[in-house]
DNA sequence: GCACTGTATTTCGGTGACGAAATTTCGGCA
DNA sequence: TGCCGAAATTTCGTCACCGAAATACAGTGC
C-alpha cells in the first residue's frame, strides 16, 4: 500500500511522499517521518536559494554577492574576512573571490588595517549598502508566499520542532 | 527583550534564535517564526550534507558520487539522465559530468537505448552497487541522531507541516 | 634579538555546477 | 511522405568553490 498509515486516505501528497514510496521497499528499516522531514527541507532550501538567486539578480546581484552585502550590513558595514568566513561558512580561498568581485563593482573598499596588520579592513560602500537595501525586500518574500500556508501556531510548532533538532546538533556528537 | 514572546522564559535557546535577535531591531517586519524555521532548515541541510560528504569518503566515494549511486539504485539500478536530473535536482549539464566520472570509475555503464534513441541506459555496475552499499548505513546515522530526539507524534508533525509548505511550493507562483 | 608557533589572507591548480546553444531523435500532422 | 515543434542529451565557455601551499604578521619563550 502507497498509503502513510496515519494519513487521510485522501490527503493531499507530494513529491516526497512518492519517494518515501519508491524506497520503502528496498529500504524497509527507513523511518517515513525522518526521511520525509529530511528530503522536504532539503528540497525546500535549495528552491529557496534558487529564487533568491533569481530574484536578486533583478536588481543586478548574484546570490552570493548579495549573502555576502548581507551579512557584512549585519555587523554594520564593516568586519574583517575571517568573520565572514564564519558567518557565511565558507573556505579562505573563497572570501577573497568573492570580496574582489565586490571590490570592482565598488560596493565594498579593502584596506589593511592598522592595528594588526595581518587583517584587512572589509567596509561596505553607499553603493553597496544602497545595492544590499534594494534587494532586500525582495528576498523572504518567497519565504512568507511558502510559509504563509501554515497559521501562527502552526508556524512556531515548525520553529519550535527545529529548534529541538538545532540544538542536538549543536550540542555535538 | 531577546526572548521569544510566547516561549517559557528558560527554555534552551540555539543558534538561530541569536542570529534572529540580532536581525529584528534592523528589520522589524521579519517573522521570527518564519525566519527561524528557514534558517534552521538551511543550518540543518548543510549540516546534514558535511556529515554526509565525511562519511562516504571513508568508502572512497564523494558526496554527488554517492548520491547518483543511491538515487540510480533507488530506481532499481537502471534510469535514464533525465530521471536523475529530477531526482537530483540538477541542470542537464552537471548530470553528464558526473556519469562521465561514475563511468571513468566504472560504477555505471552508458548505453544508447534502443527504444528511444534520444535516451541514454544507464545501468549500475556490480562495482557500483557494491560502492553504494558499503557507504549505505554510514548515510542516514547522523539524521536518526539529530530527529531522534523528537517523539514518533512530533515527528510526523514536522512531515505533516513541512509537507503543507512543499504543496504551496509545487504549486508554483 | 631570534626561533617558534599560531593566525590572517592570498595565490594556485583543479573540479563541479550552471546557462546557452548544438545535435539527434521522436511524434504529430498536413 | 515530409515538415516542424518538442524532448533528451551533450558540448562549450564561464564561474564559484575548495584544499593546499605560500606569504606576512603577531605573540611567546629563551
Known sequence: MAEHPHRHPTAPRDWVDGHVDRWQPVLPELDPDIEGAVT???????????????????????????????????????????????????????????????????????????????????????????????????VGREEHRLLGVLTVEERRTLSDLLRKVMLVQEAGG
Open 40 to 138: 522536504r527541507m532539503q528540497r525546500l532550501v535549495r528552491h529557496l536559494g534558487r529564487v533568491r538567486e533569481q530574484g536578486v539578480a533583478e536588481h543586478g546581484l548574484h546570490k552570493h554577492e548579495f549573502d555576502t552585502l548581507h551579512v557584512l550590513a549585519g555587523r554594520g558595514g564593516h568586519a574583517a574576512p575571517s568573520d565572514l568566513r564564519t558567518d557565511l561558512n565558507l573556505a579562505p580561498a573563497s572570501v577573497t573571490g568573492r570580496l574582489e568581485a565586490l571590490e570592482r563593482r565598488g560596493y565594498i573598499s579593502r584596506t589593511p588595517s592598522t592595528e594588526d596588520r595581518r587583517k584587512v579592513d572589509i567596509v561596505l560602500t553607499d553603493a553597496g549598502r544602497a545595492a544590499w537595501h534594494e534587494a532586500l525586500d525582495v
